[in-house]
């Protein structure tokens, strides 16, 4: 089946710790995004990549990183700089970043900085 | 960046139509309003789209207004299934901006 996987579900760091989160297509999608829910809160944009090797920065990427090597991986790791970490992480995918197409988005990944 | 505005929340009887509203007045001429649907502790599902017509598929209908500042999404009969979180969303061509949503109650 086609889709998007996220793992793992739920994910626990010890303060000062980097963790990776994983996400993972096979929808032979071009574009990958990354948001960060907070909750009662929308989704806030953390990176994009339109294309592998190449990504953009979103609305809060401050304590954030990512890598593109392959179309079909976009791992998001949250580092020791970010100050409030604990936070649902979706992420997704299109098959490009045009206007007129639909995203499709993993189950999530719950992380809570213990 | 690209804002919409919608009600945190309504309610709706089973098998009644609901209308939801959504405000987009900032909305450039080539942004596309997407909807999608989230339940709890799940990603968001992607519910329908478009640019300037009226659209339909088997989920539900959107409904944009003429200016193209506001929309409406349409079920047309709402079940317990329905119940979620509504997002309207403008798609800039880059990203998706998600706004707080509408969280639809769905009363048997």
């Known amino acids: 089946d086609g889709g998007i996987t996220q793992s793992p579900k739920y994910l626990f760091r010890k303060e000062g710790q980097n963790v990776t989160l994983s996400c993972e297509q096979n929808?032979?999608?071009?574009?990958m995004y990354w948001y960060r829910q907070d909750p009662g809160q929308g989704l806030r944009l953390i990176y994009y990549s339109q294309i592998v090797n190449d990504f953009q920065k979103g609305d809060i990427a401050e304590g954030y990183s990512v890598s593109r090597e392959k179309k079909e991986s976009f791992p998001l790791t949250v580092t020791s700089a970010q100050k409030n970490p604990t936070a649902f992480y979706l992420c997704?995918?299109?098959?490009?970043?045009?206007?007129?197409?639909?995203?499709?988005f993993g189950q999530g990944t719950r992380l809570t900085v213990v | 960046d690209a804002k919409t505005t919608q009600p945190n929340s309504m309610e709706s009887n089973e098998e009644e139509p609901v209308h939801l509203p959504c405000n987009h007045s900032t909305i450039s001429g080539t942004d596309y309003i997407h909807w999608y649907r989230q339940l709890p502790s799940q990603g968001p599902e992607y519910v329908i789209h478009g640019l300037t017509s009226n659209v339909n598929n088997r989920m539900a209908s959107l409904a944009i207004a003429e200016d193209r500042k506001s929309s409406t999404l349409i079920l047309h009969r709402a079940t317990l299934r329905d119940a979620a979180v509504y997002y309207c969303i403008l798609n800039t061509g880059n990203q998706f901006y998600f706004g707080t949503g509408t969280s639809l109650t769905v009363i048997p």
């Open positions: 997704a995918s299109s098959i490009s970043s045009g206007m007129n197409t639909e995203a499709f």
């Open positions: 929808l032979n999608h071009d574009a």
